[in-house]
């Protein structure tokens, strides 16, 4: 189970830091992303740890602004938010995925983000 936190409110060229804490173990999985969905758009990648390189991939849209980390041992992944615009305003979700020809996916609930 995946559960996300930080999400809320603020003005143009602010930062926010959202949380995604695992209730298992996702040592062995083959990646923890950051994801969102803005109004009437598809779901949409943004930041990606890659589990057993510990190396990150990051969306144009994202990229310098944005910065993907994560805790060991809290098992926690956290997307650091920096010049926020309004045009990030969606609900983020995180995700972890197995390895294997049919890996699975495991989502959270979700956080709002509105930049305003």
């Known amino acids: 189970q995946l559960v996300e936190s930080g999400g809320g409110s603020v003005q143009t060229g602010g930062s926010l830091r959202l949380s995604c804490t695992a209730s298992?173990?996702?040592?062995?999985?083959?990646?923890m992303g950051w994801f969102r969905q803005r109004p009437g758009k598809d779901r949409e990648g943004l930041a990606v740890?890659?589990?057993?390189?510990?190396?990150?991939t990051y969306a144009d849209s994202v990229k310098g602004r944005f910065i993907i980390s994560r805790d060991d041992a809290k098992n926690t992944l956290y997307l650091q938010m920096n010049g926020l615009k309004t045009e990030d305003t969606a609900t983020y979700y995180c995700?972890?995925?197995?390895?294997?020809?049919?890996?699975?996916?495991?989502w959270g609930q979700g956080t709002q983000v509105t930049v305003s």
């Open positions: 995700a972890t995925a197995s390895w294997g020809l049919l890996p699975d996916t495991y």
């Open positions: 298992g173990n996702t040592a062995r999985n083959r990646y």
């Open positions: 740890l890659w589990i057993g390189g510990a190396t990150t």
